[in-house]
């Protein structure tokens, strides 16, 4: 095997496939990156036998072969090369040669027939999302994924299609994400649940483009496929919440604010709230809605903080506490200039939507106690 590569290139392709890299393994290749060589392109592969990357890229080949060398050493040797064509090859010894201008490096290799092989995908259903798109949805959805493991199936993104618009939600108990879009071309119906450390790394991956990535899945698996990459996942088994069915349809109290003088409030007040003085303890932040304004404010033994907003209200009076972090996640994943924040009671769920009601986004927050 030998072939001369553009640094840029491999390090891209290099920074892509690390993250599907085994941390935990007894399968020593499991921390490698399998290189092969095909013509004039260069494939690199990681599988942690949960989540598989691939990554296609054009080099000068001028002897064919594959090898497998430990990730992290080698993605920390292109990372830190001079910014110029670098020539690997395999030695009489097998060891993996790493020529770049005066540097040059000789790294262990491993048997490339142990790698596994990344499971095959039986394309069941599929839909076709420009790539920006998708880097969006997943952006505005992924944070209120769920970190408990012992409810798995909240530990990743609903994906469903459903009369012809993807819906990517996400919960964890005490907040939920939804975002969604309009397909222009027609396909069938499906839901499937995706890790959440899975699409983490695919929004990486994503670029701000109007390419396309093709998601397809199969009974327990998923792939996403751009032009010079694919990414394999198992899926998450179980039934997820039926998540229409426990967003309020009604409000008691809602008001019309700037999205920006909103967040802008809530992260003021929460360097009250989340104050380090008694780190084993959580205030909330009070949200007061009264006619034409609402008042934001904390009180415990860091200090007290109080803001002010003036705004369109209506409906009832009503006082209810968030935890910050909570209402604030939601605030940062909007791009709109306004938005209504609809409220329930004191102990019911608060959604967060768009003025024009446009339907493709829903932020929902359960409120929690305000201690006294």
Not at 324 to 348: C, H, M, Q, T, W
């Amino acid at each position: 095997m030998r072939f001369v590569c553009e640094k840029t290139n491999l390090l891209k392709a290099t920074n892509s496939v690390v993250k599907g890299v085994a941390s935990k393994t007894t399968m020593p290749v499991l921390e490698g990156i399998l290189i092969q060589t095909n013509d004039n392109q260069v494939k690199l592969t990681t599988y942690d036998l949960e989540l598989g990357i691939e990554y296609l890229i054009d080099c000068e080949v001028k002897e064919q072969g594959n090898t497998v060398v430990i990730a992290s050493v080698f993605s920390e040797i292109i990372r830190r090369l001079p910014d110029a064509d670098i020539t690997i090859y395999l030695d009489e010894k097998g060891l993996l040669v790493i020529e770049c201008e005066g540097s040059l490096y000789k790294l262990a290799t491993m048997n490339p027939e142990e790698f596994p092989e990344l499971p095959t995908i039986d394309e069941e259903n599929w839909v076709e999302i420009e790539q920006n798109t998708l880097k969006d949805m997943i952006r505005k959805t992924i944070f209120a994924v769920s970190t408990e493991i012992h409810r798995p199936i909240f530990t990743g993104c609903l994906f469903e299609i459903k009369e012809n618009k993807l819906n990517v939600v996400s919960i964890d108990g005490y907040r939920l994400a939804w975002k969604s879009k309009f397909l222009e071309e027609k396909v069938n119906d499906f839901k499937v649940v995706i890790p959440g450390k899975t699409l983490n790394e695919v929004n990486k991956i994503l670029m701000d483009s109007f390419d396309k990535v093709k998601i397809s899945t199969s009974k327990n698996q998923a792939l996403f496929e751009m032009e010079n990459c694919k990414i394999v996942t198992r899926l998450l088994e179980g039934d997820f919440l039926e998540y229409e069915k426990v967003i309020p349809s009604n409000w008691e109290t809602r008001v019309r604010v700037n999205k920006r003088e909103l967040q802008e409030c809530f992260e003021r007040v929460s360097l009250i709230s989340m104050s380090t003085i008694e780190k084993e303890r959580k205030y909330p932040v009070k949200v007061s809605v009264e006619i034409g304004k609402i008042v934001i404010s904390c009180k415990n033994q860091a200090g007290d903080a109080k803001e002010e907003i003036f705004l369109s209200t209506e409906g009832k009076n009503l006082e209810v506490g968030f935890n910050p972090k909570y209402f604030l996640d939601a605030l940062k994943a909007i791009d709109d200039e306004e938005i209504f924040v609809n409220f329930g009671s004191s102990f019911s769920p608060s959604t967060i939507k768009s003025v024009e009601d446009t339907g493709d986004y829903v932020y929902m927050v359960l409120p929690i106690r305000i201690q006294e």
